[in-house]
């Protein structure tokens, strides 16, 4: 008898593996504006909670982050009972895929979304199918369009990264209305705080409002809490009652849970986030469109720069140009964009840093 070959489930080795923006170059001080993080830190309340929540380290986290889901609830104006936590919206994102998804199920994205949307669908056995975007932005038409009665879930970057852009809440409304009562419609609004445009919302009246949207949220950005992977869904109560069934029982840890709960009641360090940010990405913008590249108009704390295809003038070279100058920035190949880069709004002097930057590798141009 032949050997039994030990496989995984169909589609996980279809997955290419998820490639995070660089932190480091070796030797070089650095400039990081690969991941998109604030500048600003986090708040110097979630750090002491942080480091009170050292004294107890022995004992287990509360299972139900009690704390740390009355404190979203509060600020937000939300039953409790309806909010889920996990270990950044990363998992929250694949406990949705693993309680909706199956073989033969489809998962639909849209062309430039984030990459953990096909991964989360392969792992979960089902089909990625991904509906094209127009001028880098959601098109709910084309999403409609790709629905079919295999179709379980739809997932939604609102904003999107890395593009920065954004879809109305009219259109995101005309997008639930369309779609079937069975289809899990999920709203991955990690970077809903920088967002100041009236026809925006980041999906909250919409959970409340229907049985099958889910929106997502992430301590990761504006909050400056990266590092302890903490992010949090609003669900239905039957969603809610299913991703609690699969979740691991202690799945964000104790200083988790102090850190975020104590962020949270930070609203004025957010409000500081959101300044800089609204200083600092039009200036950014701008300052790079008089070099003759092109952005991406953005809401988001970030921008997608697009750069000619001449080799020596392209995007990969002026990442390599600014990686020895320091100055790390995101390669969006992964995404289908290889000839744009992702920046991050950082400092004053990192942003001023990174322009002249720029400024001498376009000038470096024949």
Same mark, same amino acid.
């Given at each position: 008898?032949? *050997? @039994?070959? @030990?496989?995984?489930?169909?589609?996980?080795?279809?997955?290419?593996? &998820?490639?995070?923006?660089?932190?480091?170059?070796?030797?070089?001080?650095?400039?990081?504006?690969?991941?998109?993080?604030?500048?600003?830190?986090?708040?110097?309340?979630?750090?002491?909670?942080?480091?009170?929540?050292?004294?107890?380290?022995?004992?287990?986290?509360?299972?139900?982050?009690?704390?740390?889901?009355?404190?979203?609830?509060? $600020?937000? !104006?939300?039953? *409790?009972?309806?909010?889920?936590?996990?270990?950044?919206?990363?998992?929250?994102?694949? @406990? +949705?895929?693993?309680?909706?998804?199956?073989?033969?199920?489809?998962?639909?994205?849209?062309?430039?979304?984030?990459?953990?949307?096909?991964?989360?669908?392969?792992?979960?056995?089902?089909?990625?199918?991904?509906?094209?975007?127009?001028?880098?932005?959601?098109?709910?038409?084309?999403?409609?369009? $790709?629905?079919?009665?295999?179709?379980?879930?739809?997932?939604?970057?609102?904003?999107?990264?890395?593009?920065?852009? &954004? /879809?109305?809440?009219?259109?995101? %409304? $005309?997008?639930?209305?369309? /779609?079937?009562?069975?289809?899990?419609?999920?709203?991955?609004?990690?970077?809903?705080?920088?967002?100041?445009?009236?026809?925006?919302?980041?999906?909250?009246?919409?959970?409340?409002?229907?049985?099958?949207?889910?929106?997502?949220?992430?301590?990761?950005?504006?909050?400056?809490?990266?590092?302890?992977?903490?992010?949090?869904?609003?669900?239905?109560?039957?969603?809610?009652?299913?991703?609690? %069934?699969?979740?691991?029982?202690?799945?964000?840890?104790?200083?988790?849970?102090?850190?975020?709960?104590?962020?949270?009641?930070? #609203?004025?360090?957010?409000?500081?986030?959101? $300044?800089?940010?609204?200083? #600092?990405?039009?200036? /950014?913008?701008?300052? +790079?469109?008089?070099?003759?590249?092109?952005?991406? *108009?953005?809401?988001?704390?970030?921008?997608?720069?697009?750069?000619?295809?001449? *080799?020596?003038?392209?995007?990969?070279?002026?990442?390599?140009?600014?990686?020895?100058?320091?100055?790390?920035?995101?390669?969006?190949?992964?995404?289908?964009?290889?000839?744009?880069?992702?920046?991050?709004? !950082?400092?004053?002097?990192?942003?001023?840093?990174?322009?002249?930057?720029?400024?001498?590798?376009?000038?470096?141009?024949?």
């Amino acid at each position: 008898m032949a *050997p @039994l070959t @030990l496989k995984p489930r169909p589609g996980v080795l279809d997955i290419e593996a &998820y490639v995070p923006g660089e932190s480091h170059l070796p030797g070089i001080k650095t400039i990081k504006l690969s991941s998109n993080e604030t500048p600003l830190g986090p708040s110097p309340k979630a750090v002491a909670a942080f480091s009170a929540a050292g004294a107890e380290l022995e004992r287990y986290p509360d299972g139900q982050a009690t704390a740390l889901r009355a404190a979203i609830a509060r $600020r937000f !104006g939300l039953n *409790p009972q309806h909010i889920v936590c996990g270990a950044g919206s990363d998992e929250l994102i694949s @406990l +949705i895929a693993h309680a909706y998804l199956g073989p033969g199920d489809e998962g639909i994205y849209t062309e430039h979304g984030f990459l953990l949307y096909r991964i989360v669908i392969l792992a979960a056995g089902a089909t990625p199918v991904v509906a094209p975007e127009t001028d880098l932005r959601t098109d709910v038409d084309a999403i409609l369009a $790709r629905v079919t009665e295999r179709t379980r879930i739809v997932f939604l970057a609102n904003p999107n990264n890395p593009t920065g852009t &954004y /879809l109305s809440i009219a259109e995101v %409304r $005309r997008l639930r209305a369309a /779609l079937p009562g069975n289809v899990l419609l999920v709203l991955d609004a990690a970077y809903a705080e920088y967002v100041r445009r009236n026809d925006y919302e980041a999906g909250l009246e919409l959970v409340a409002t229907t049985e099958n949207t889910v929106m997502t949220r992430t301590f990761s950005k504006i909050f400056g809490l990266a590092g302890l992977r903490i992010g949090w869904a609003y669900c239905p109560a039957a969603v809610a009652d299913a991703l609690n %069934r699969i979740r691991g029982p202690f799945n964000l840890s104790v200083p988790s849970i102090a850190a975020g709960a104590a962020a949270m009641e930070d #609203w004025p360090h957010i409000e500081a986030a959101v $300044r800089h940010n609204e200083e #600092w990405l039009p200036w /950014l913008t701008g300052e +790079i469109e008089k070099l003759g590249l092109v952005v991406t *108009p953005s809401v988001a704390n970030f921008i997608l720069v697009h750069f000619p295809s001449t *080799p020596g003038h392209d995007a990969a070279a002026c990442d390599a140009f600014l990686k020895e100058r320091g100055i790390i920035l995101r390669r969006v190949t992964g995404y289908g964009l290889p000839g744009a880069l992702r920046i991050t709004i !950082g400092t004053e002097a990192e942003n001023r840093q990174l322009v002249d930057a720029l400024a001498a590798f376009v000038g470096a141009r024949p």
